[in-house]
Nanobody
């Protein structure tokens, strides 16, 4: 049973920073595209960032220059460093692992991030 477990969420004031971690249990972690999604109350889940096995990255426009995704294949872990946080970053953040061939996809349970003064 593959598991993804997020950690590092919490409450932070605007302008602050948090570092999310996602520990994965699959043995072939390095072959997966690792993604961070978020879902704010009343809104659809949105892709925040992803990182391929090659190390190439993608960020949604609203977080470019503030968030950094990285991975440590030796530790089966993906990170999301979030700086200059804004109230609109408040959401539940989910870790996602995707492999296309063969198709496999896994989700973590999510971690709450609240940005408020």
């Amino acid at each position: 049973q593959v598991q993804l477990v997020e950690s590092g969420g919490g409450f932070v004031q605007p302008g602050g920073s948090l570092r999310l971690s996602c520990a994965a249990s699959m043995s072939s972690f390095s072959t997966y595209v690792m993604r961070w999604y978020r879902q704010a109350p009343g809104k659809q889940r949105e892709l925040v960032a992803h990182i391929h096995s090659t190390g190439s990255t993608y960020y949604t426009d609203s977080v470019k220059g503030r968030f950094t995704i990285s991975r440590d294949n030796a530790k089966n872990t993906v990170y999301l460093q979030m700086n200059s946080l804004k109230p609109e970053d408040t959401a539940v953040y989910y870790c996602n692992a995707l492999r296309l061939i063969p198709h496999k996809e896994y989700w973590g349970p999510g971690t709450q991030v609240t940005v408020s003064s």
